[in-house]
């Protein structure tokens, strides 16, 4: 790797980040994108094509197993009218100044919108490319460009004269993209919306030719591993490493700001080499209550002892005192920390040469991996390179705002210098222990009803921590803590309302988990709702469709969802003894979806053994892939639900791998069936809409047939 020149400004522009500055009047975009240098074609940043006529459509989001690429590949190619059988995708190179994602100001895949944040964009991108073909061609060929048409990479006329991208391309790609190209009538579609589109990956992740950041191998290029503390919030006081540099292959030891690394020619030996350091923690300041300890303070604060904490009123309606009705339900629920056990653990390959720097990994939020990184190594953020490759599953963990495992392995980089490669690997455990988790959660719920046995007073209390805190721009009131309580149909059906959440701090990491906050609101909410249905002598489904009315058009996509579900699932009519259908409903990323489980006991255990999802996601881009990820966040919800949990003793995680943190297995896994609501409106997030649900509507299935409801998760208890 070359060392990277780097200016006088640029170096300053690196100083004065390192010192937690913004430079005044630039945006983010300008930080990050300073000392980019892509070179886009002739068809802008999205669209390449080659003198064969093969186009690539280069895609800016992380492919993480979700199958975005053949999606949005399939917009562009929508427009362009191009072979889909020939068509590439490319990974985009770290650049937020072509490939930022619109909603998040800056590059980055999350929050279920890379389709939805990517269709005009795509839409765009594909249909100017086709101008510029019919261009060329009318130009080649003496005849009005609106006499011309496209398909299949075919450029025809009604003459006879026909040719294809590549013949064309002399001429196209010398001319000038149209700043606006009239796009598609939806209704005359022929990929989008089909089940034409098809993954593109499938064979190469089948014939293990895609390369994910386990399979780098470099000249010369080093492994390390780190020794991170065992206590959250600990630090390293001191270290003996005299052990660890006598194993044959250690090359060196070097303490960073996580903990102390070993770096060998290979795993095994910094693996070896860091179980023999000898490492004396400063816990001080470190987390040391157990599990039980910190949700016994949790339920103290929902009970008005917050101490200095403040009650952040997040939904607010009328006046509680003047509340009328009868006291129809007081509980709570209570939810664990939870692993996101990505299948690949962390790594991440980094080469430093001085003020260069280039990172080969899966890449989630390369804008926030090129500002971290060039804190580190003092240069302008767009001048840090990263080759992104295919992930092996995320849920949220690679999108870490503080780049935790990347700035390992850059520091390690750092330290070695050279442009030496050097591949920093977390263990399983190193991930379960010493990873970031979605928050512990309680919730304190208190309701009045009136005298048909709907809502008339609302009172809900969230304790959870944020998994936004030190993310610049996060307000004091997280929305991630209270989305899917606030704003739900439920409330606005409800006269008075009053709900609130506190945010404890804690040296426990936190961050992003699928679905975010309504892996615990869309419990809380679904399963209080059949309590007070039951309660009131209703039946589920007739009860929701009664508080969809009383919201009005708030709730339309809910009761359209909800009825689809009901008619393909067979509600209301008679199971076996033994099992019962539980409903859920829930709204997220802007898409609502509803789930009917079949649920049954088998060895004292919940079964799920058939799952009925009706989708509202907008404009269905590839609906097999929809079902897919449908079929997906159940599993992953139904795991997490059934078994995941994360518990502290005296500070320490308890599970370190599979044995201790148990998931779903393919034999416990149910069959799911996705039903799409046809839907012109574009398009909304599917990756993780359909997680949630799942716990309610099992919960809600084991209320009928054991009369009690569930205030905790797991259900199954270690």
Known sequence: MAKLNVSRRGFMVGAVMAGSSLLVGCSLGDIVGAGTHSKIGAFGPFIKIAQDGTVTVVSKHLEMGQGNHAGLAAIATEEMDADWSTVRVEQAPADSKHYANTMLGLQGTGGSNAISNSWMQLRKAGAGA??????????????????????????????????????????????????????????????????????????????????????????????????????????????????????????????????VAVVAKDTYTAKRGRDALKVVWDDSKAEKRSSPDILAEYERIASGD??????????????????????????????????????????????????????????????LDQINTALVVYTLPGAVEIETLFAGGSFGRRANPKSDYVMDSVHVAKKIGGGRPVKVVWTREDDMTAGYYRP???????????????????????????????????PELDPATVEGVQGSPYLKATPIVDAAVYIPDTPITVQWFRSVGATHTAMVMEHTID????????????????????????????????????????????????????????????????????????????????????????????????????????????????????????????????????????????????????????????????????????????????????????????
């Open 306 to 367: 917050a101490g200095k904490l403040k009650a952040l009123k997040f939904e607010t309606k009328g006046d509680p005192a003047k509340a009328t009705g009868s006291n129809a339900l007081t509980t709570t629920y209570d939810f664990p920390f939870l692993a996101h056990a990505a299948m690949e653990p962390m790594n991440c390959v980094a080469q430093v040469d001085g003020h260069g720097c280039k990172l080969t990994f899966a890449s989630q939020i390369p804008s």
């Open 130 to 259: 086709r101008a510029m073909f019919v261009l060329a061609a009318a130009q080649a060929w003496g005849v009005p460009a609106g006499e011309i048409t496209v398909k299949d990479g075919i450029v025809a006329h009604a003459s006879g004269k026909q040719a294809g991208f590549g013949e064309l391309l002399p001429i196209a790609a010398t001319l000038k993209p149209p700043a606006d190209p009239p796009l598609k009538d939806q209704a005359k579609f022929t990929l989008v919306g089909t089940d034409r589109v098809r993954r593109k990956d499938s064979l190469a992740k089948s014939t293990g030719t895609a390369r994910f950041t386990q399979d780098v191998h470099m000249p010369d290029m080093l492994v390390s591993v780190v020794a991170h503390a065992p206590l959250f919030g600990a630090t390293v006081k001191s270290f003996d490493d005299s052990e660890a540099r006598k194993i044959s292959g250690v090359v060196d030891v070097i303490q960073i700001p996580t903990g």
């Open 531 to 718: 309590q007070l249905a039951i309660s009131a002598g209703k039946d589920p489904v007739d009860y929701r469709r009664a508080l969809y009315a009383k919201a009005g058009d708030a709730a339309a996509r809910h009761l359209a969802v909800l009825n689809l579900a009901v008619e393909k699932s067979g509600y209301g009519t008679p199971l076996e003894a033994g099992w019962a259908r539980g409903v859920a409903v829930h709204e997220c990323f802007g898409s609502v979806i509803a789930q009917i489980a079949e649920v049954g006991m088998a060895d004292g255990e919940p079964r799920v053994r058939r799952v009925v999802a009706a989708v509202d996601c907008g404009t269905a881009v590839a609906p097999n892939l929809v079902a897919a990820q449908m079929e997906s966040a159940v599993c992953f919800g139904l795991s997490a639900a059934l078994f995941g949990a994360i518990t502290l003793r005296d500070g320490k995680v308890e599970q370190t791998n599979f044995d201790g943190y148990r998931v779903l297995r393919m034999n416990e896994a149910p069959k799911v069936e996705t039903h799409i609501l046809p839907s012109t409106n574009p398009p909304s997030g599917i990756g993780e809409p359909g997680t949630p649900l799942i716990a309610p509507a099992v919960a809600n299935a084991l209320l009928i047939l054991t009369g009690k409801p569930t205030t905790s998760l797991p259900f199954v208890k270690a």
């Open 440 to 474: 512990m959660a309680h919730h304190a719920v208190s309701i009045k009803t009136d005298a048909d046995g709907y809502p008339s007073l609302w009172t809900h209390r969230v304790v959870t921590q944020s998994v936004q805190k030190g993310v610049p721009g996060t």
